[in-house]
């Protein structure tokens, strides 16, 4: 199957500026189309970046397990890229990539949702194929986040060295609920310290606010009321909102 035929159709649906920057914006394009645009060109960058990372992977494999350029080793590739490559230990994990996804593979987690090179990185620390694609189900799904993939993985991790038990099976439902757990206390912490920072406002506004008649006539504590307020509506509030709906997906996922 030729890699990345998928890709190239998503690419060739989105206008992506290459040789010159547009200084302005279309205004009379609607917001949501904009979203939509810079949604699609984020995510076929992603889908570009993976499918490179992976070709570079088996070029490393090559030299490190086959020798196929003679004296030219990884070391080399890594020096002769340059900038390009971060450092050996990374085109080692490249071609770990390689070494654990087949193309047809890659071609498959290309046209999943929510797939990255950060969650696919996690992915291949994972030993068992059986674990790697239910964990890709789960995340194509939404049923695991981006953000809680290297936490599931590294619960996994554990369990696939227990004891040494090389052909254990981890329990990928007890490696999400674990994660899920830890989500929610995580979640509690930061409802504490929003509610402590809330507390704290309170307590400083009221020091030397004690009726509206001291705020219209002291100029100091006006603008000192109207800091407060300001930081508590545009700080604190959305904060605290976003982290009780992180709290309550934790939860819903927990229960």
Not at 16 to 36: L, Q
Not at 86 to 96: D, I, M, P
Not at 172 to 194: G, M, W
Request: aromatic share 6%; glycine share 2%.
């Amino acid at each position: 199957m030729a890699l990345l035929n998928k890709e190239a159709e998503v690419a060739a649906e989105v206008t992506i500026v290459t040789d010159e920057i547009v200084e302005h914006i279309d205004t009379t394009i609607p917001f949501e189309d904009h979203i939509n645009r810079f949604k699609k060109q984020i995510n076929s960058s992603r889908k570009r970046n993976i499918k490179i990372l992976w070709e570079m992977g088996s070029f490393v494999k090559l030299l490190k397990d086959e020798k196929v350029y003679g004296e030219k080793t990884v070391e080399t590739f890594v020096e002769e890229m340059g900038d390009a490559v971060v450092s050996k230990s990374e085109a080692y994990k490249w071609a770990q990539f390689a070494e654990r996804y087949t193309a047809d593979d890659v071609n498959r987690i290309l046209n999943m949702n929510n797939m990255s090179w950060a969650v696919v990185s996690n992915l291949i620390r994972v030993k068992s194929q059986d674990i790697r694609l239910m964990l890709e189900e789960s995340i194509d799904k939404g049923e695991i986040k981006p953000s809680q993939v290297q936490e599931v993985v590294s619960n996994i991790r554990k369990e696939e060295e227990a004891d040494g038990e090389e052909n254990k099976t981890p329990d990928l439902k007890k490696a999400v609920e674990n994660t899920n757990v830890n989500n929610c206390r995580a979640s509690f912490k930061k409802v504490n310290i929003y509610i402590n920072k809330i507390l704290t406002l309170k307590e400083n506004c009221a020091k030397d606010i004690n009726d509206l008649g001291a705020i219209l006539d002291d100029e100091e504590k006006y603008e000192k009321a109207v800091d407060v307020m300001d930081e508590f509506r545009n700080g604190l509030l959305p904060q605290l909102k976003k982290v009780l709906e992180e709290l309550e997906h934790a939860l819903n996922q927990t229960i």
